[in-house]
């Protein structure tokens, strides 16, 4: 009885899988109709859909759907919009086909052009791939064939391409990929591995993992590389994790979950994080900006010399009032805004000038639309010829721009309108990443001067710049309420500086900063503005910026950009916990070493006040996403009185004594060689990985810097280069180089310690570098830092005085 009804089940499931299986496979001759929302074919477990969706009034897609959100669209967005008299026909050639049918005409939207390679069935799935099949042989599939979606299980490889109206998604054969507008303008890229295909055995592809992991494989080395992780990433049994190329030119992971309802996706990862940087956002000559309300970024038109192409979407750009081929021209200048470049743009030059020549070589160059001054301290000044420009405005950009209207100019603030409905659906954000593809143009900046110094036609060029006409990047004036919104009430703690404690917050168009809340800092207001001034008056690739301030009653804070990697401390020495130990390799130390020289040697020499730092030490040198030295903190010394010796004592007492020179522990008057001292100190760390003031058995239970120098002088260079470094990657003799310039620095005296210039020229080699005497005089090598207070006798002190005065 119990058997023969078991049989009986197991006989029902055979019968019911098998309709199930008939009622899958779709036949040539199948035809979806737009005019009927019940029609679909669907996958095995249902989870997937191929049918049409009703987008608005009498616009229609043919798409396949899980939980209701598509993952491919048939004929693309916005190829395949279609109105309520459409149908979707497999023929019976085999033929998938997009057609609209008018009357007696049916005209051709967009097909699979598989007709007469065998095929005879159809079907889609259960992981979402709907096939056009020749018996069992998968012919054509939409996982080949991708509109806009990366889904898992499909495999994305060179050739292939998402796209949405101007914006495409591609795999370069040499494991890069790029988000490009028009094809040609590449504004977002990540080089996650670097294949040489020289045994040309396949290529690189992209895979989406279900858990919500997108990485890149390496078809050589089959060394996965990860370039996405959403927020929500881990298993989960209803949730479809995809990428999607979106219509707003970003790319985005999103999750969609059977339980949060129909149609529901969130955003768990985005690629451009902030959409301003995104090329074309806001049509040509659009400006993209944000405004107070974290409501996303707002499209304008540069002023009232334009008017918007449409007034109810800012998106579609801004048309120019007048023709400026036939009138007179002039230049209308755009302060705090940057007409994006991705170099290289075929577009567009670039040379190194003064933000006056930027605007007059524009204005008298006839095929020049628009320029852009970077005032970053590259000096590069971009030339825009297309009449395509994408423009950004916002208080945080130190650039300025130009574009070429008739006479007369009419500066305004951006008229603006903001974009409703579709795009800001796209805007939820998810993980914010600091990939800042500004600063991908920043760099490059950077590199193409370098590039471009090389070139003797330049010169002239390069010598009219001078640092003293940048603008200035004014910055911005935050509440105190504003910068508690900001950083979410100062939860995130980021770290303790000499001057305060430092917060993580994010401004309103996803810039990540630090905001440091400055103690014992009893400045009046005007002095503390005063102050600010002068810091944000400095522009250099090795100091971090400032963002903005705030000055509010008692309030005094500092908002910096932030910077991904952290301070140096974190990276030379040996950590405690071994296991997440991040070591730089030689090529990097001596990158950061170089870097942090010349933004020492921009404070002191070569920026209008010079800038005493005070405060030189690997925890306030922090690593940008490229590694590259990035100063903090300099500038605050000067908030403080510093011939007040309490004053100085705050800073003695938060900072690490071992980076402070002789004479500001002795109260002697201070002067550029006392940042001289430290930064040698920061160099030998840089080289060694150990802590200046270390003392243990290996190094005779004496300072760590007075042994190195012993060491060196007994040729034994390899005994103070951090052990951790590989061997061959070592160069010796700049090792050597970097030591010497090190002890000089360190010297007791003020006066032999070389300038910060000088230690840029010996450090590249353009200096030759002497034998360095002894660093210390008192050869006490006493054990501890705070020990050389004690021991700085009184005829000591006197003899250091004059010596600091002669
Ligand atoms: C449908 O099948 C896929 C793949 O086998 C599976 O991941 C998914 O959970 C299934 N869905 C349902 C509703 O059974
Ligand atoms: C992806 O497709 C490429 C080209 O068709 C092929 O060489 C590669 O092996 C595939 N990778 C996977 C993981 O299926
Ligand atoms: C896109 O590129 C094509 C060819 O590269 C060019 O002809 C066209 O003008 C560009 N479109 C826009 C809007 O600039
Ligand atoms: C990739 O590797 C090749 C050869 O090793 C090198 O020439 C090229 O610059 C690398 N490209 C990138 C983007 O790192
Ligand atoms: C690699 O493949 C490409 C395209 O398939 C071909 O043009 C090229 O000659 C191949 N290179 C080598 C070294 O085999």
Not at 98 to 121: C, E, F, K, M, R
Not at 211 to 227: A, C, E, K, R
Not at 462 to 479: N, R
Request: hydrophobic fraction near 35%; proline fraction near 4%.
């Amino acid at each position: 009885m119990e058997l023969s009804s078991f049989n009986m089940f197991l006989l029902f499931l055979i019968l019911f899988s098998a309709a199930a299986i008939v009622a899958q496979d779709i036949l040539p001759g199948s035809t979806l109709h737009a005019s009927n929302p019940q029609q679909s074919w669907t996958s095995p477990n249902k989870s997937f859909t191929l049918s049409f969706i009703h987008e608005s009034d009498n616009a229609y897609f043919a798409a396949i759907t899980y939980n209701g959100v598509p993952i491919w669209r048939a004929g693309g967005d916005p190829g395949g919009s279609v109105n309520s008299s459409a149908e979707l026909r497999f023929l019976q050639d085999g033929n998938l086909q997009l057609v609209v049918v008018a009357g007696p005409t049916t005209s051709l939207v967009w097909q699979s052009n598989t007709s007469g390679q065998g095929i005879d069935s159809a079907s889609l799935d259960n992981s979402g791939n709907f096939m056009l099949k020749n018996g069992n042989v998968p012919i054509w599939t939409t996982f080949d064939n991708p509109t806009d979606t990366i889904m898992p299980e499909q495999n994305f490889t060179v050739g292939d391409v998402l796209r949405c109206g101007f914006y495409s998604f591609h795999l370069l054969s040499s494991g890069r990929i790029s988000l490009r507008w028009n094809s040609s303008v590449e504004y977002y890229t990540y080089a996650g591995i670097n294949v040489t295909n020289t045994l040309n055995v396949s290529s690189p592809s992209l895979a989406m993992q279900s858990v919500g992991i997108l990485s890149l494989l390496d078809p050589l080395f089959t060394n996965d590389v990860f370039m996405a992780r959403g927020s929500d990433y881990g298993p989960s049994d209803d949730t479809l994790r995809f990428v999607k190329l979106d219509c707003d030119g970003n790319m985005r992971m999103y999750s969609s979950s059977l339980s949060d309802g129909v149609g529901s996706r969130v955003v768990r990862w985005t690629a451009v994080s902030d959409q301003c940087e995104v090329f074309g956002f806001c049509g040509s000559f659009g400006v993209c900006r944000y405004d107070d309300t974290d409501a996303g970024p707002i499209c304008g038109c540069p002023s009232r010399n334009f008017e918007p192409v449409d007034p109810n979407d800012g998106r579609r750009g801004c048309r120019m009032r007048g023709d400026i081929r036939s009138c007179q021209t002039t230049m209308l200048s755009l302060n705090n805004t940057l007409f994006l470049t991705f170099p290289p743009q075929i577009d567009t030059d670039y040379f190194t000038a003064n933000i006056r020549a930027c605007r007059s070589n524009c204005l008298v160059d006839s095929t020049c639309v628009a320029s852009s001054s970077m005032a970053d301290g590259t000096g590069v000044c971009y030339m825009k010829r297309s009449d395509f420009i994408s423009g950004y405005h916002s208080q945080i950009l130190t650039s300025t721009s130009y574009v070429k209207v008739c006479d007369p100019a009419m500066p305004n603030p951006p008229v603006s309108s903001r974009k409703d409905g579709e795009g800001s659906a796209a805007l939820e954000i998810g993980v914010i990443v600091l990939g800042s593809s500004l600063f991908i143009v920043i760099l490059v900046g950077g590199f193409l001067l370098f590039k471009c110094r090389d070139r003797p036609s330049y010169e002239s060029l390069v010598s009219e710049y001078s640092f003293s006409d940048y603008a200035s990047g004014v910055p911005v004036q935050f509440s105190y309420k504003k910068l508690q919104q900001l950083t979410k009430g100062f939860k995130e703690k980021l770290g303790e500086g000499g001057f305060g404690s430092v917060y993580r917050g994010i401004l309103s168009n996803k810039m990540v900063v630090a905001v440091k809340q400055l103690e014992g800092i009893g400045q009046g207001e005007k002095q503390f503005r005063m102050e600010v001034a002068t810091i944000s008056n400095t522009h250099h690739l090795n100091l971090v910026r400032l963002v903005g301030f705030c000055s509010e009653g008692k309030h005094r804070l500092l908002v910096y950009e932030f910077m991904k990697n952290g301070s140096l401390d974190n990276f030379i020495f040996e950590s405690s916990s071994s296991s997440d130990e991040k070591i730089l390799d030689w090529d990097c130390r001596y990158r950061i070493a170089l870097g942090t020289a010349k933004g020492m040697t921009y404070l002191h020499e070569e920026c209008r006040d010079c800038i005493l730092h005070c405060d030189i030490k690997p925890e306030n040198i922090l690593l940008d996403e490229s590694y590259n030295a990035r100063i903090s903190d300099f500038g605050l010394a000067r908030m403080l009185n510093l011939n007040d010796h309490r004053h100085r004592s705050l800073i003695t007492v938060r900072g690490t004594r071992g980076y402070l020179a002789p004479e500001w522990i002795a109260n002697l008057p201070v002067t550029s060689k006392a940042d001289v001292y430290s930064y040698g100190m920061v160099l030998l760390e840089i080289v060694s990985g150990r802590r200046n003031f270390e003392v243990s058995p290996e190094t005779g239970n004496r300072r760590f810097s007075l042994w190195a120098y012993e060491e060196f002088e007994k040729g034994n260079v390899g005994a103070v280069v951090d052990r951790r470094l590989v061997e061959s990657d070592i160069d010796i003799v700049q090792a050597m180089r970097l030591l010497q310039v090190s002890f000089w620095c360190i010297q007791e005296h003020p006066s032999p310690r070389p300038t910060m210039g000088k230690v840029v020229q010996m450090l590249e080699g353009i200096a030759d570098v002497q034998k360095p005497p002894p660093p210390l005089f008192l050869a006490d090598g006493s054990a501890h830092p705070s020990a050389v207070i004690s021991s700085v006798s009184s005829s000591q002190m006197t003899a250091i005085s004059s010596l600091v005065s002669s």
